[in-house]
């Protein structure tokens, strides 16, 4: 998968270059809107990342230029700028995402990857991790054979690990998906919600998959299968 | 018109002349007029008189003769009275100096009794006819020492209503310099009060009674600024204070890291922290952004009907787990529908759930309650815990304000803008926050207008 950084911050720059191609991407670094337009016209990106505010040209024109020229990959725009009149007009050029600065880099690389699955994957009703069985449409949870029971909520976020294997989900983005809290909460609900989880899919058993990324989310995941 | 509406001492002249030069010229015409008349009456009076003496001498003359001769030498020695007598329309006799014309006998003939005026050359005159005998006496006298009176009447009358217009223009002007006089002790003091010195008042008891609400208003204004701009400078060293704690945490653990080789646990362990620190620090940050932007009504309330139950039910789902880790239960009793934003009211919600979690007493309940009636509609969390001392429940909505129980106790997280945010979500919505705490039982009630 390639990517192409469009930001003139050298430092970020770098990070997410660093930080994404350790993540198992190719990625491309422009540090102007010039050269990142010059790139993302020559080559072909699998997903675009656009800071706004650039020298030269910036990430609403670069955006507008691709778009008008049928370039359709996904882009995610970067911005310190969190006013809705920015949102609303990177949503209305095309862009499919929008992160305000500053934002957690497990928050980034969780939509980047929501971005290049959407509409690829047919998605299973069935699924099994190591000796964990899922059967969504039943909402059936099995491990080892034994049945689990599990609360709605339980099984919603049970779903979202598994739907997104091996990906680390930041808190932010578990509360939101799961509970559909769209703002910081100063609580540790979700810490319970996967303590809570964690005793019945985990505690008992001795293969242990979810992952605690500290600092960074949780993740599920075969530790046999790496 | 713009002047006009500027100058108060120029209104204030203009309605002085308006209303003396209205008053005088009316009072000068009435006074002309009544004069006049009265000089006519005093001329008709004077002609009446000779008329009945002109009857008498005709009563005692046997011959028309005789009375002309008669009249004519009873009348020579007054020089102001002309006479003229007809006998139908001959004249029989005319006192010197003076032509009757038939034309005026006619006229005087026509308008029996009454007095007659009408200009002689230079002169105006005033008649009256008399019938005598068969034959008619024409009385008439010069009027002009009274034109002449007033003439110089009428000029020394609008001399003097010119003369008292104008003083009574400047009186106004005076008047409105000294009634306005007052006022310069107040803007002397108004413009000496700057940002460093919103303590100054205004003095209320040399100022004049009508003078006085405007005083207090300005002190009134002026005890606002003192107050919000003392909260200001609070929330910016407040604010100083937030964002220079994490970074000098991170400072001094990265540098003590650096200082010399460690293990990559430890290094590990570091970064971690330091993760931590800037997630606060960036949730700080990203909450004062929103309560700046809802202060300011940057963040304009989407208008949606919004169902105040299903959202408490929805918040519960969230919050339950975390109440039972602490044993408390939660509930939600009534309904009621709002406009506004759904997400903006969820988080103000959320805000006072999370709170009143916090603080609850283990093995207690937390009760969400609604009411609607056709006024208001509110929505209270109750929970059972530490009562909230008076001084701090008056506090309690300001921003970065934690009760010292937060600030040392490693659980109580947040930046304390919780409240600060559910109260600014309130003030865009219209409506707004009350809290009251009294024997171990604290409610926080949202009212929607």
Known sequence: M????????????????????????????????????????????????????????????????????????????????DRVEDRVKGFELGADDYLVKPFSFSELLARIRALLRRGRTIESHLVSVADLNVDFLKRRVTRAGNRIDLTAKEFALLELLIRRKSEVLPKSLIASQVWDMNFDSDTNVVEVAMRRLRSKIDDPFDIKLIKTIRGMGYSLEDPLAS | MSFWRRSLTYRLVCLFVLVSSNLLIGLGLLTLSATNEHFLELDEV??????????????NASSSEEVVKKISHAFNSQPDLSLAIFDR????????????????????????????????????????????????????????????????????????????????????WWVTRRGLRPLLPIIVKASHINAAQLNDRIPTQDVPTELQPLARTLNQMLERLEQDFARLSGFSSDLAHEIRTPISNML?????????????????????????ELERLSSTVSDMLYLAKTENHLEVPNQSSVVLESEAVELLTFYELLAEEKGVT??????????????????????????????????????IEITQTDLVTTLSVSNTGETIPMPIQLRIFDRFFRSDQARTHPSFEGAGLGLAITKAIMQAHGGSIAVNSEQSKTVFTLLFL
């Open chain 2, 252 to 276: 001094i653990q990265s540098q003590v890291t650096l200082s010399k080789k460690r293990s990559t646990d430890q290094y590990q362990e570091t970064l971690l922290s330091v993760v931590e």
């Open chain 2, 330 to 367: 939660l509930t939600v009793a009534g309904n009621g529908t709002v406009k506004g934003d759904r997400l903006m009211i969820r988080r103000a919600i959320s805000n006072l759930l999370s709170n009143a979690i916090r603080h609850a007493d283990s093995s207690t309940h937390i009760a």
């Open chain 2, 46 to 59: 004077y002609l009446y008189d000779k008329g009945l003496l002109v009857q008498e001498i005709a009563q």
């Open chain 2, 89 to 172: 329309s001959k004249v029989l006799y005319n006192s010197p100096g003076f032509e009757f014309s038939t034309l005026l006998l006619n006229q005087l003939g026509s308008q029996s009794g009454a007095a007659v005026q009408w200009l002689a050359g230079t002169q105006t005159m005033r008649a009256v006819s008399i019938p005598v005998d068969g034959l008619t006496v024409v009385l008439a006298v010069n009027t002009l020492h009274h034109d002449h009176f007033m003439s110089s009447f009428r000029a020394l009358m609008w001399g003097y209503v010119a003369v008292a217009i104008v003083l009574s223009g400047l009186l106004g």
């Open chain 1, 2 to 81: 390639r990517l192409l950084i469009v930001e003139d911050e050298v430092k970020t720059g770098a990070y997410l270059q660093q930080g994404l191609s350790e993540a198992g991407f190719t990625v491309d670094v422009a540090i102007t809107g010039e050269d990142g337009l010059h790139h993302a016209t020559t080559s072909v990106y699998d997903l675009i990342i656009l800071d706004i505010m650039l020298p030269g040209i910036n990430g609403f024109d670069i955006l507008e230029k691709l778009r008008q020229n049928g370039h359709l990959s996904p882009v995610i725009f970067l911005s310190a700028k």
